[in-house]
């Protein structure tokens, strides 16, 4: 009998396949970590063993004895059982500002092979794992290291969050661009409404789908409350449509 989590699921069989995907997103503040969140229910309800992990993360509190970033948290509630932060956050930065500058200022240089590691450990334990990324596509980890070159040198297929609001549809076939120039497939997109006031909603979200070259996944209108699990309803059918179809189901149901 496989062990038992502290949330009563249980980690797949390290044999079994496994479905991963690089979440970025057009800009910071646009609810990628929202709509991680919401990935990550919608998977759990299509009955995978599903996690969540947050390479780098900037601004972090210390709760319980450790550094807590907010995001590795959310990620770490909505998955299916919790990893341990080492291996969904092994970067938790204090202070709240670019990463890069975070990491200077605190002595500490960001290793891919690092975070390859905490991946490969996560991969073992469970059927799908969506590792999301900071702030946009190309955001500096080092003087000679960013965003686009983590997410090349893992090279998992790229899910883009488009947070929906005047200058959204720039940022989005600029970011598909970006993402094409460094050789990774954009597999799909979500539309994330975090302006409830937009103007034209449905004509800018006609535009990105006539352009990006990708399927849009879903649509996940404005939620006041932040209640992933009732928003992951709306991915449910783009994911099994475009994602998850192959992705294996293990004993692990969260």
């Known amino acids: 009998r496989p062990p038992t989590t502290p949330s009563g699921s249980s980690p797949k069989n390290a044999n079994q396949d496994m479905t991963a995907f690089f979440i970025t997103g057009t800009d910071t503040e646009i609810g ?3 709509v991680t969140c919401t990935l990550l229910h919608a998977a759990r309800a299509r009955g995978l063993c599903a996690l969540g992990m947050k390479p780098v993360a900037a ?8 550094f807590l ?3 590795a948290a959310r990620l770490r509630a909505a998955g299916s059982f919790d990893p341990g932060l080492a291996l969904l956050n092994p970067y938790c930065l204090n202070s709240p500002i670019a990463p890069h500058i975070a990491a200077a200022e605190e002595g500490v ?17 469970t059927d799908v794992v969506f590792v999301e990324g900071v702030g946009g596509f190309r955001v500096p980890l080092g003087d000679d290291y960013d965003t686009a070159d983590l997410a090349r040198d893992m090279g ?4 883009l969050v488009v947070g929906m609001r005047l200058g959204c549809i720039n940022h989005a076939l600029l970011s598909a661009e970006a993402i094409a120039a460094r050789g990774l497939r954009l597999v799909g997109w979500v539309a994330n ?11 800018n979200l006609d535009a990105l789908v006539r352009r990006l070259p990708a399927p849009l996944l879903g649509v996940v209108r404005y939620q006041p409350d932040g209640d992933a699990a009732a928003a992951a309803a709306g991915l449910q059918p783009g994911l099994d449509a475009q994602l998850l179809d192959g992705a294996s189901r293990a004993t692990c149901v969260g």
């Open 156 to 159: 998992l297929p790229v899910i």
């Open 59 to 66: 601004g972090a509190e210390m709760v319980n004895g450790e």
């Open 193 to 203: 409404q975090v302006d409830p006031a937009m103007l034209r909603f449905d004509e």
């Open 109 to 125: 240089k960001i290793e891919p092979g690092k975070i390859r590691q905490a991946f490969d450990a996560l991969v073992a334990q």
């Open 32 to 34: 990628k970590t929202f």
């Open 69 to 71: 970033n907010e995001d």
